[in-house]
């Protein structure tokens, strides 16, 4: 009998420390998730700020279009341009679309843009 309690006792220490070593691995793993959570969440950040530059820039583009002010127009066209350029290096698939269409957008302002010349 005293022979199956201390088997029985040195089962459950065992258990004990696995159970530690399985919740120590756990923690690491979710600090690892983490990191790569905060640096997805970063990246995107700054893919969404540039997208919001170039967005802004080409809404005055179109408003100095509409003053008649071609030079400012292409300045504000050329700034977009370059923007969504510097977002299509860092940009995600989800935002690779939008930066494509913005793209087009000051395509066709650039045209707009030449032809009032």
Not at 44 to 72: F, H, K, N, P, Y
Request: hydrophobic share 40%; net charge positive.
């Amino acid at each position: 009998m005293k022979g199956f309690i201390a088997v029985l006792v040195i089962a459950l220490i065992g258990l004990n420390v696995y159970n530690y070593m399985q919740v120590q691995d756990l923690k690491q793993q979710v600090a690892r998730l983490e990191v790569k959570l905060n640096e997805a969440q970063q990246s995107q950040g700054v893919s969404d700020r540039v997208v919001a530059e170039a967005t802004r820039a080409l809404a005055q583009a179109r408003d100095a279009i509409s003053r008649m002010d071609t030079t400012t127009a292409r300045n504000y066209a050329e700034n977009a341009r370059q923007t969504l350029e510097r977002a299509g290096k860092s940009a995600s698939e989800k935002a690779s679309s939008t930066i494509k269409w913005l793209g087009e957008q000051t395509s066709d302002l650039r045209k707009k843009i030449e032809e009032r010349k």
